[in-house]
């Protein structure tokens, strides 16, 4: 076929820059929408939980969107890559745009956790799509100076996500946090369905992989519910460590079932593919460090210095901008130089270095002092939303873009689960060893000690006056012996969360230090100025 012809068959290249942009604009709108949802709702889930009386399922509120966002991404990457961006995309969208109106009307907790399941079938390809879709406009050299918007658009919906999610839970209800997501999802899926061209591979229903896709969702479920019950429970228990050795041996059992499928869910010749491998692996642990610092900092900041849950929210501001800025910036560096290598690496070095001022966190750490820690951390992790994502799409054939895109970003989640579950262990091992030689050492009674422990009677992290809480949970004949020792315990609890929580970083410096090795053994490729690949580099394995 001659190059006008092809030209002429390919409907990609028929689009004009402009509609190219409004579709990168409906992605981008597209994923805002996904993942602001997860910080709104957030802020609004004890009052859902409280409207609705779901006090024994509030951990399902949150587990069921995490279950089946994580599990359906790969395998919409893959039924991307056989019926076309366009008809998953839109289903996607859609089902998100519905079950989200059926979440705002749930007048049960059932309701509201089948609809918040659904809500995650929807959401987990918009990610991977997106960035597919990215792929699909642009050549890779072209590519970095959008992909970086990904990140930035991250960055936002996190910054303005627990203050608006305050505001409409205030103003207008919690259900409204759900209904709003309708008009603004109606823009992206209109512009979806009049721009976005439609391409299937012929007999693509014969490919699907419908045993690996089930032994998938069977390999996953069980594994992240092990986490997730890690919160609460010990890893000996059957309900934690029982389930994620049950997803372990299922996941096993994947990868052979994947080793010999005509037409896998998820490929494994593309972890022969170096830079695919690498990435793939840095990002994994890259998460570590940033979802750690996202979920544990706005703790201090309510616990320790008094913060309402919105304020703490805007203390992540500068973060937030850091990675705002050098998510863009990092694109557009490597769209110029075509060189990533060494970006990535000082990333992730500034990522280590960056938790490593986070270990010195204390209850009278300087507000602005620990800014500028914050500003490094998000300036290390800025660029891996970019250039992994990159490097991966550059070193894999188009035939493949959205299932190798996919796989980045469900490893990308899975190293954020695997890392919140690590760092919440060490905090509450450091708590636990920390908390009662600091309150002796205040005056505390060694009887009076273990109250404050485990099971204890005093909720010490909780919001609000600490010492108000304390005394009112104080037997009334006692409180007049347990008044005067109010500023010493208030003072060692504090002492205590902080450092329980500075220790969680190390975890995260050492994910991230692996990361920067990783990277060292990148081969630096040249960023392709068009979408098919040489011959000769499609076939190399490295």
Do not use: C
């Not at 060189?339 to 990522?351: C, T």
């Not at 609000?464 to 109010?486: K, S, Y």
């Amino acid at each position: 076929m001659t190059a006008p012809a092809a030209l002429a068959d390919d409907p990609i290249a028929r689009l004009t820059p402009r509609q190219r942009l409004e579709i990168l604009g409906a992605i981008l709108l597209a994923m805002f929408l996904f993942a602001l949802d997860q910080t709104v709702v957030g802020t609004a889930l004890p009052v859902i939980i409280t409207d609705l009386h779901g006090d024994k399922l509030y951990t399902w509120a949150v587990t069921i969107y995490l279950l089946t966002s994580t599990i359906s991404g790969p395998i919409y990457g893959r039924l991307s890559d056989l019926f076309g961006r366009r008809p998953i995309f839109i289903w996607a969208v859609g089902l998100f745009l519905v079950s989200s109106v059926l979440a705002g009307l749930s007048s049960e907790m059932w309701q509201f956790i089948l609809f918040r399941g659904l809500q995650g079938l929807g959401g987990g390809a918009v990610f991977p799509l997106a960035l597919a879709v990215v792929a699909d406009l642009y050549t890779p050299a072209e590519r970095g100076k959008y992909l970086g918007l990904f990140g930035a658009v991250f960055g936002l919906s996190s910054l303005l996500g627990p203050g608006l999610g305050g505001i409409i839970t205030d103003k207008f209800t919690w259900h409204w946090i759900f209904f709003i997501n309708v008009p603004i999802g109606l823009i992206s899926l209109v512009i979806l369905w009049r721009l976005l061209p439609a391409h299937r591979i012929p007999d693509a229903a014969r490919h699907i992989d419908y045993l690996g896709a089930a032994v998938f969702a069977a390999a996953i479920t069980p594994f992240l519910i092990g986490l997730t019950n890690k919160q609460t429970g010990a890893w000996t228990d059957p309900s934690v460590g029982g389930l994620i050795l049950l997803g372990l041996v299922l996941a096993g059992v994947f990868i052979w079932i994947e080793s010999r499928a005509h037409d896998a869910i998820v490929r494994l010749e593309l972890f022969r593919i170096r830079a695919f491998t690498i990435s793939v692996a840095a990002m994994f642990l890259a998460a570590f460090g940033f979802f750690g610092a996202i979920i544990f900092l706005p703790r201090w900041f309510q616990v320790v210095a008094g913060a309402s849950a919105t304020e703490s929210g805007y203390n992540l501001l500068p973060l937030l901008v850091a990675l705002i800025l050098s998510a863009t910036l990092s694109g557009q560096i490597v769209a110029r130089t075509h060189h990533y290598k060494a970006l990535i690496f000082v990333g992730m070095l500034l990522l280590a270095g960056g938790l490593y001022l986070l270990t010195n966190l204390r209850a009278d750490t300087n507000r602005q002092v620990l800014w500028a820690w914050m500003v490094v951390v998000g300036l290390g992790i800025g660029p891996s939303f970019a250039v992994f994502t990159l490097v991966v799409q550059n070193s894999v054939k188009p035939a493949v873009i959205g299932v190798a895109t996919s796989s980045l970003t469900f490893f990308q989640q899975i190293g954020g689960t695997i890392g919140l579950t690590l760092a919440g262990t060490a905090l509450a091992d450091k708590l636990t060893s920390e908390l009662p030689a600091r309150l002796v050492a205040a005056g505390v009674p060694a009887p009076f000690v273990s109250q404050f422990q485990g099971g204890g009677q005093f909720d010490i992290t909780g919001t609000g006056d600490l010492g108000a809480r304390i005394l009112a949970a104080t037997p009334e004949a006692f409180r007049p012996q347990v008044q005067p020792l109010i500023p010493g315990i208030v003072s060692a609890v504090h002492d205590s969360i902080s450092i329980a929580i500075a220790s969680t970083f190390w975890v995260s410096i050492v994910a991230a230090l692996v990361a920067a090795f990783a990277v060292l053994f990148l081969r630096e490729a040249p960023m392709r100025a068009t979408f098919e690949m040489d011959p000769e580099a499609a076939a190399a394995p490295g």
